[in-house]
């Protein structure tokens, strides 16, 4: 049995994973990229438009796969990786179901991140009221074509709860997950046009729009869609007698508690750091279990060979996340460099 | 005096909405579509000079009409003097004055 050996062992086939195989081996490395799943493009396979500009997802993953066929990259599918260790030449990575594993002189792990489990927060009754649906489940929604099955066809309005998970004690997440406002925004936006007698709510603490265009497509929904943003967060949510999703919300803008019966609640969930591990491989986290960018890029990136792309240190935008992994591309290859290739 | 203890028969404070939401908001967004623009931020608000002496804020008076709280909108509207130091302030360029002027305009035309 032959030893695989590979300059550069990629974990993880989402958009940032694919991306840095890309880039390497247009630089001459010899890269394997290992996916758990059948399919490569991770999260992104569950989506249908992106934000702001309402890309098809599925596009952005066929351009980087078209990218990766003819890049040379050695990619294995179906492949979980069960644990990585340190050698003295490199990593080797196990895996499951297998005994031969993969050496890497380097590492890059794109392992992304988990989506917040949103019957943690049982106010909102997710699985339990009918009507209370995630931002997931909207994606499914909006791939399948399907909102007529859940919501019939003259339907009166609709809800998006903002942070879900996100900025939250009581559920340890006290970070920002950066890209679910402008989703929710997006999300508005798609409901409506296919529901254009129904009224778009949106419920926020703070709206979060830091990028350039974002802003741009809130003015676009509140202007030409007409879609109503509404300080304060939901609770108390019920099932009325009509079957509507019923609940409480105090207007903080107007210090006053309001009833709302709508047809459909999203919540908006957040992002949380990765859960599965690799047991003996010790990774620099910070207290939110993301790889700390500060411990990685002075002690790990430039000593050890692992690198880090995306997710893995923190919510990320799909453009955030190939830009990064682009950047890590390039510490990788003068690691390659100044280690003797 | 006895002690007064207790709620007394109020009405609740909580606003019901119903969908689809009030016409009157319907209308005016339809005559000025920057309505919708609105972050009520309060800017308009801190420069009202009706404010200086009575509430008038039209960030809230925006959220009123929405949930079709009619009569407290008109107080609002009744008091403003169309000064514009509102458009002036606005940082989403929402044309207040014509607002309020329309709501006037209702105002007197049905006699509220």
């Not at chain 1, 046009?193 to 802003?215: G, I, K, N, T």
Request: charged letters at 25%.
């Amino acid at each position: 049995m032959t030893d695989q050996w590979y300059d550069v062992v990629v974990i993880g086939g989402g958009v940032g994973g694919m991306q840095v195989a890309i880039a390497l081996a247009d630089r001459g490395h010899r890269v394997a990229l290992v996916e758990a799943h059948a399919d490569l493009g991770g999260k992104l396979l569950g989506y249908a438009k992106l934000f702001p500009s309402f890309e098809n997802a599925e596009q952005v993953v066929d351009e980087l796969k078209n990218q990766l066929d003819s890049s040379g990259v050695a990619v294995f599918t179906n492949t979980k990786a069960r644990d990585i260790t340190e050698n003295t030449k490199g990593y080797d990575v196990m895996i499951e179901n297998a005994d031969t594993p993969f050496h890497g002189r380097t590492i890059v792990l794109a392992y992304g991140f988990d989506i917040f489990d949103p019957t943690l927060k049982e106010e909102y009754g997710y699985n339990i009221i009918r009507g209370v649906y995630s931002s997931v489940d909207f994606e499914k929604m909006m791939k399948e074509k399907s909102f007529s099955k859940y919501f019939g066809e003259k339907p009166q309005g609709f809800g998006f709860v903002h942070c879900v998970g996100s900025r939250d004690e009581k559920v340890k997440n006290n970070y920002c997950s950066k890209v679910c406002c402008i989703t929710a925004i997006k999300q508005a936006m798609e409901i409506k046009e296919h529901y254009p007698s129904a009224d778009v709510f949106c419920f926020y603490m703070d709206l979060r729009l830091h990028e350039l265009f974002f802003e741009k497509l809130y003015k676009q929904a509140q202007k030409e869609y007409g879609i109503h943003f509404i300080r304060g967060k939901v609770s108390e949510v019920a099932n009325s007698q009509q079957g509507k999703v019923a609940f409480k919300v105090e207007d903080t803008l107007l210090s006053r508690p309001l009833r709302i019966e709508l047809d459909g609640l999203f919540l908006m969930v957040g992002i949380e750091a990765y859960k599965g591990k690799f047991p003996s491989l010790k990774l620099p986290l910070n207290e939110f279990d993301f790889v700390d960018p500060g411990i990685e890029t002075l002690a790990t990136q430039g000593e050890r060979g692992i690198f880090f792309v995306g997710t893995t240190k923190g919510p990320r935008s799909i453009k955030e996340t190939l830009q990064d992994a682009t950047y890590v591309s390039m510490q990788v290859h003068n690691y390659l460099l100044n280690h003797g290739k | 005096m006895a002690n007064k203890f207790g709620f007394g028969a109020l009405q609740p404070r909580s606003i019901t909405v119903h969908l689809p939401l009030d016409s009157l908001y319907q209308k005016m967004v339809n005559a000025e579509p920057s309505l919708r623009l609105c972050i009520n931020c309060g800017m308009c608000s801190s420069v009202c000079t009706a404010n200086r002496f009575e509430e008038t804020q039209f960030h809230k008076m925006v959220i009123l009409l929405r949930y079709g709280l009619q009569e407290e909108a008109f107080t609002y509207a009744r008091r403003c003097v169309l000064c514009g130091n509102c458009i002036l302030t606005c940082p989403r360029n929402v044309n207040i004055r014509h607002v309020m002027f329309l709501l006037k305009k209702e105002i007197h035309e049905h006699s509220l």
